[in-house]
C-alpha cells in the first residue's frame, strides 16, 4: 500500500485521537514502528493490520471508520493541501462530482505510483448520482462517503449519501443532491497554495 | 459593426483574454478577464502599445509592423505594475484585428496577483489543470524532501553511531575508545599497540588513492590474522592502527608479534600488477610495567613509543620507557631490506 494511503491513516488517528493512540494502534498491529513515511510502499498486510486493530482500539465498525477518515481528509487544516487540489474539481457540487471520474489519473499525475480505483459518476437525473469506486483498494467506498460529505459542506451544498453495498467488488454510493447553494460553503481562492 | 459584435460575443465565450484592435492600433474590445487584470483602468479606446510594452517579436516599434506580420507570436508585458507577463497571438480578420493572450507562466502569480477563479478561464483553457498540477507536485515534492532529510539524518546518525571503520571492517577510533575504557580497571593486564605504515603516503601519492585504500585492506587482514580474536584492532586514523591485547604484557612475546607483524607488511603487495612497498613503526606499552595508568594515558605511551620508533628510522619497534632516553629500540630482522629504495623507484614513475 502507498506510504500517503499509510500516512493518511496515521494522519488522522493522530489528529484525531493523539498520538498515544496511535502508538497503541502500531503496537497492537505489529508494525515495529510508528511512523509511515508518505513516499515509500508498504505491504498491503500492514494496512490491514493497522486498520484492524484502529477498530478494535475505538471498538467501531470499519466502515464508520473509514468514512470518518474520509471526512478528516477534506475537513482538517493538517491536510489542506489535499482539500484544495479536491477543490480544483470544479466551481460547484455537481461539477466536483463530474470530476471525480478523473480523480485516479490526476492522482496519478502528481504522484506516478499511487494507484486509486477507478471512479465513475453515473448521472440517473433528477439531482441522483450514483458513484461506482472500483475494486483495488477495500473500503475505498466508505472514505468516499466521508469525502463526499465534507465536500458537499465545503461546497456548502446539501446531500443525501447512501453507501448501496457492494456489487461485484464494486462499491456503490448513491448520492442525492437536495440543494446547491445550501450554505455558503468554504473559499477557495485559487492562488493561496496551501503551505 | 455587426460582424464586429458577433466577433466579440464569440471572443468572450472561448477567449476571454482577447483584445479587438482597429488598423491603428486602438483597443475597440476587451475580453472580461484581461480588462479583470485593470479593473481601474479601461483598456478600451487605448492604444495597445501603451498599454503594453511588446517584448517580442523585438525588432517591431511601430503597429503597422505587426500587421505586416500576420499571425505573428506575440510576448507583452504590462507597461504599469504588476508587469505580468502575457503571450499571444496577432490575427487579422475583416472585422479587426485579433490578440489573443494567456498567461503562460506568469499564470501562478496571476490567480494570486488577480485573485482569479475557474470562471475567468476559457473551458478548454488548461490554467486550472496547470495550477492543480503545481500544488499536487509541490505536496508530493516536499513529502519527498521530509523524507529525504530524516533518511540523512538517520544516515548521519547511524555514521555517529558506527564502531566500524567501513573500509577496513576494524574497529574504528570510538570503537577504541570503548575497549579502552572498559579496561579502566585497577591492575588489568593488556598492552596498547599503535601501529603507523612507513610509505603509505608515497603509495598514495604515486599510485593513487585505490591503491592506498587496497593496501589498508591487507594490513587490516595482517593485523587479524597475526592477532587473537580476543585482542581489539582498530583503524585510528588515516593509516594508523591500534592492537589492544588482552591478558597480555609479557614483553618477549610483544616483541615478537610487532616483529612478524613488520615482516609481514613488508612483504610486496600487488595493486593491479604494481608493487606497492610499504612497512611499519610500532609502538607498545604494556599495563603492568604503568600501574594506576588509566587506559586513555596508556594509548599516549603507546604513542610516544611509536614516535621515539619513528624517529629512531622506520620499520622499527619501540617499547615505551618511562626513563626516556634509554629507550628500547628494535629494528626488525628484514628492515635491512626494507622499501625504502622501491619507495624511491615508484617515485621515479
Not at chain 2, 610500532?282 to 599495563?287: L, M, N, R, V
Amino acid at each position: 500500500m502507498h506510504g500517503l494511503v499509510n500516512g493518511a491513516i496515521q494522519s488522522f488517528v493522530i489528529n484525531t485521537y493523539g498520538r498515544k493512540r496511535w502508538t497503541h494502534v502500531t503496537e497492537a498491529a505489529g508494525l515495529g514502528f510508528c511512523e509511515f513515511e508518505a513516499m515509500l510502499t508498504y505491504d498491503d498486510a500492514l494496512t490491514e493490520a493497522v486498520l484492524d486493530a484502529l477498530c478494535a482500539e475505538l471498538c467501531r465498525a470499519r466502515d464508520e471508520v473509514l468514512e470518518d477518515l474520509g471526512t478528516y481528509l477534506v475537513s482538517h487544516p493538517a491536510v489542506e493541501a489535499l482539500r484544495r487540489l479536491l477543490r480544483f474539481g470544479g466551481e460547484t457540487y455537481v461539477e466536483f462530482l463530474l470530476s471525480l471520474d478523473d480523480l485516479p489519473d490526476r492522482a496519478r499525475l502528481a504522484v506516478s505510483d499511487l494507484h486509486l480505483p477507478a471512479l465513475e459518476l453515473r448521472e440517473q437525473g433528477a439531482g441522483r448520482y450514483e458513484l461506482c469506486c472500483g475494486p483495488g483498494l477495500p473500503g475505498f467506498g466508505s472514505v468516499m462517503m466521508g469525502i463526499l460529505r465534507a465536500m458537499a459542506d465545503d461546497y456548502g451544498a446539501l446531500v443525501m449519501l447512501d453507501h448501496d453495498g457492494n456489487r461485484d467488488g464494486v462499491e456503490v454510493i448513491v448520492i442525492t443532491l437536495i440543494e446547491v447553494a445550501f450554505a455558503k460553503g468554504r473559499v477557495f481562492d485559487l492562488g493561496a497554495r496551501a503551505g | 459593426m455587426r460582424g464586429q459584435n458577433a466577433l466579440a460575443d464569440l471572443l468572450t465565450q472561448l477567449c476571454p483574454m482577447h483584445l479587438i484592435l482597429d488598423e491603428e492600433g486602438v483597443i475597440r474590445d476587451v475580453g472580461p478577464t484581461l480588462q479583470k487584470l485593470r479593473p481601474d483602468a479601461p483598456m478600451q479606446g487605448r492604444l495597445f502599445l501603451d498599454v503594453f510594452d511588446l517584448t517580442r517579436p523585438r525588432s517591431v516599434t511601430r503597429f503597422s509592423n505587426l500587421l505586416a506580420e500576420p499571425g505573428v507570436k506575440l510576448n507583452v508585458v504590462f507597461r504599469d505594475t504588476p508587469y505580468t507577463a502575457l503571450k499571444g497571438q496577432l490575427v487579422v480578420t475583416p472585422d479587426g484585428v485579433v490578440v489573443a493572450l494567456s498567461f503562460g507562466i506568469s499564470l501562478l502569480e496571476a490567480v494570486r496577483d488577480y485573485a482569479l477563479t475557474s470562471a475567468d478561464f476559457a473551458a478548454t483553457d488548461l490554467a486550472i489543470e496547470l495550477l492543480y498540477l503545481v500544488e499536487a507536485k509541490s505536496a508530493a515534492m516536499e513529502a519527498s524532501r521530509q523524507l529525504n532529510q530524516r533518511l540523512q539524518a538517520a544516515r548521519i546518525s547511524a555514521e555517529e553511531q558506527a564502531f566500524t571503520d567501513t573500509l577496513t571492517g576494524l574497529k574504528n577510533r570510538r570503537a577504541m575508545d570503548h575497549v579502552l575504557a572498559r579496561k579502566s580497571g585497577v591492575g588489568l593486564y593488556y598492552s596498547v599497540m599503535h601501529i603507523d605504515l612507513d610509505f603509505f603516503k608515497q603509495v598514495n601519492d604515486t599510485l593513487g588513492h585505490a591503491a592506498g585504500d587496497y593496501v589498508l585492506q591487507q594490513v587490516a587482514r595482517v593485523l587479524v590474522e597475526e592477532t587473537r580474536s580476543e585482542d581489539a584492532v582498530a583503524r585510528v586514523g588515516g593509516d594508523e592502527f591500534v592492537v589492544v591485547f588482552d591478558n597480555l604484557t609479557d614483553r618477549p612475546r610483544l616483541r615478537r608479534i610487532a616483529q612478524r607483524l613488520i615482516q609481514r607488511l613488508e612483504q610486496p603487495m600487488q595493486f593491479r600488477g604494481r608493487p606497492c612497498a610499504i612497512s611499519a613503526s610500532i609502538g607498545i606499552a604494556p599495563s603492568v610495567e604503568q600501574p594506576d595508568c588509566a587506559p586513555a594515558e596508556l594509548l599516549r605511551r603507546a604513542d610516544l613509543a611509536l614516535y621515539a620508533a619513528k624517529r629512531a628510522g622506520r620499520a622499527t619497534l619501540r617499547f615505551f620507557d618511562p626513563h626516556g632516553s634509554a629507550a628500547e629500540v628494535e629494528t626488525a630482522p628484514t628492515a635491512r631490506m626494507g622499501p625504502a629504495p622501491s619507495g624511491g623507484e615508484m617515485r621515479g614513475r
